[in-house]
């Protein structure tokens, strides 16, 4: 072996071992991926049956009732009562109907949070389906749904179709709030969390120590220039959504601000513990994809955490990103006020300033 082949043999080693010595780079690049891999095989794949929720007007008994009483099945899921109707399908695959019962203000809020894909009433002798013609899923509903009670009673003719055009009801209206809350976790906990990491690395923080400084000074700053970007980012959001697509606040804005601030305390309590101690950006790069990662995914940002298994759905509701996307959600498209986030706002609040304390009793300089 020629002298610098064995160089090169030597340094391939070297950096191979001192990967090994590194458990926490081993497991964010390699375990985790897989440990996110399963957990949304399982959330996505552990059944092939689809599943569709629709809300019924309380009123007359409808042709739909008919149907139902003979071939729907009275199920629970987290609470509430539903008449589930499961049907099977060569082409289509298996799917399941859960129908609930609702006055019409109560239906329109459940289409609001995603909680209905459409709206059945049968107010002129007829099935009439409302929904958002934009939204590609209440659309799937609606033809499937429609299909399926022409084959079933041996119907024929035009279906009766009111577009749901309210504020509030459109995708944009469901996706804005999400977006909102998904940047200002983004913002913090790469801006302060990955900014911390990184100038450790670089011992940037080390030369801080010799300054009269306090730690939470410090980190104070960092919190305050943050906060501003995203009050900034979330601004021409809003503004552009309002420009382009008629976006309205629904809700008492002084409200919103205050549940604002208090999402902001959170994420950036979080965002403070993530970089309180962390050297290696490896490391650091990890911790932050594993808070990011999975509230992004399971917190309902671009669609219902409902879809999730049932059994998902209490752990999901404790997730600061979905406590914070959901109060958005009631601001922006329910109207709702002071009382209705009152608690949310006390809970996020707390969290931030439980980790930010916690982080700055953890916190290393170097």
């Known amino acids: 072996m020629s002298f610098k082949t064995n160089q090169l043999y030597q340094l391939v080693l070297t950096q191979f071992l001192e990967t090994l010595r590194e458990p926490s780079v081993l497991f964010w690049g390699i375990v985790f991926p897989i440990l996110i891999t399963i957990g949304l095989g399982l959330a996505f794949t552990q059944t092939s049956e689809s599943k569709y929720r629709i809300a019924i007007v309380e009123g007359q008994p409808t042709k739909l009732d008919t149907l139902l009483s003979e071939y729907g099945k009275e199920e629970k899921e987290r609470g509430k009562t539903f008449t589930s109707w499961r049907v099977s399908n060569p082409t289509l695959g298996n799917a399941q109907y859960l129908f609930a019962r609702r006055q019409w203000d109560d239906a329109i809020i459940a289409l609001k949070r995603g909680e209905a894909d459409l709206i059945v009433t049968d107010s002129v002798g007829e099935i009439c389906y409302h929904f958002d013609p934009q939204n590609a899923q209440a659309q799937l509903v609606y033809m499937r749904l429609s299909g399926l009670l022409k084959e079933s009673s041996g119907q024929t003719g035009q279906d009766s179709i009111e577009p749901l055009t309210l504020k509030g009801v459109r995708y944009i209206d469901f996706l804005l709030p999400g977006l909102i809350a998904l940047g200002i976790l983004n913002g913090l906990c790469w801006g302060i969390s990955y900014s911390l990491v990184e100038r450790r690395s670089q011992k940037l923080l080390r030369r801080m120590v010799a300054t009269p400084m ?153």
């Open 214 to 366: 306090k730690k939470s000074n410090y980190l104070i700053a960092l919190i305050s220039v943050r906060f501003v970007m995203n009050c900034v980012e979330a601004g021409v959001l809003f503004f552009f959504a309002w420009l382009l697509f008629g976006t309205i606040i629904q809700g008492n804005v002084g409200a919103l601000i205050v549940f604002y601030i208090a999402g902001n305390i959170a994420f950036a309590g979080i965002a403070v513990l993530l970089g309180c101690r962390t050297a290696k950006l490896e490391t650091g790069n990890g911790l932050i994809n594993a808070v990011i990662m999975p509230m992004m995914i399971l917190s309902g940002i671009f669609f219902s955490y409902l879809n999730f298994p049932s059994w998902s759905i209490g752990f999901i509701k404790l997730l600061p990103l979905t406590t914070f996307t959901d109060g958005l959600r009631s601001i922006f498209n329910e109207g709702a006020g002071w009382q209705e986030i009152a608690t949310p706002s006390i809970l996020l609040t707390s969290l931030g300033v439980i980790c930010f304390i916690a982080g700055v009793k953890w916190f290393k300089w170097y």
